[in-house]
């Protein structure tokens, strides 16, 4: 077997090293959930036309019995606080962020794989193709992650003073449409280059 090519070795380890970081961050955000901590913080944005209720003015630091939830600066972009956070509301804070980390790590298997074969020096295989199509798809789950960031909020103020808080998901992840749906027509090329390179050898 040919020795790949040196921006093959080097796309394979940056790759690597993403998964790696992206899997100790997985692992420390778990722990987070689990640790002891005074307050929990979660970066939000707040429409204060929209909102129902003046319970969205609270005072300037995070204070109140435990689970209290608050904002700080309440303007288009605030801090949701949560004093002495219980282990659900921990994870409620940080499961957007662990979707898009188990999301990005699937993402990055399909990618090693892509990469090493092309190793054999032909990447137009139906295989790849699928993989391809696998990665367009996970972005595109990746847009979705608002819509469940969304649902985390409302969980997390309802029955407190900020029900009626219009608040909203700091990220929008609109990138992972446009990329998503950019590989999914990258997988079409190459599905349909594996069967022109089938209907040619099928000539030779």
Known sequence: MARPQASIRILELTVWLGLGVALIGLVLSLYAVFSESRTNTRYVSVNPYATATTADDPAPTPTGPPGTVSLVEPAFHATLTIA????????????????????????????????????EGDPFT????????AIGILLLCVAAIPGVDQWILQAL?????????????????????IVGFGVLALAEFFRQGSRLRHDVQGLV
């Open 84 to 119: 002495k956070p219980s282990p659900w509301q921990s994870f409620l804070l940080i499961l957007p962020e662990l979707l898009l980390m188990l999301v990005l790590c699937a993402v990055a298997v399909f990618l090693l794989l892509l990469l090493r074969s092309f190793r």
């Open 157 to 177: 103020v309802s029955g407190t003073p900020l029900q009626g808080a219009a608040l909203h998901a700091a990220e929008d992840y609109n990138w992972a449409w």
């Open 126 to 133: 139906p295989k790849n193709a699928r993989r391809l199509s």
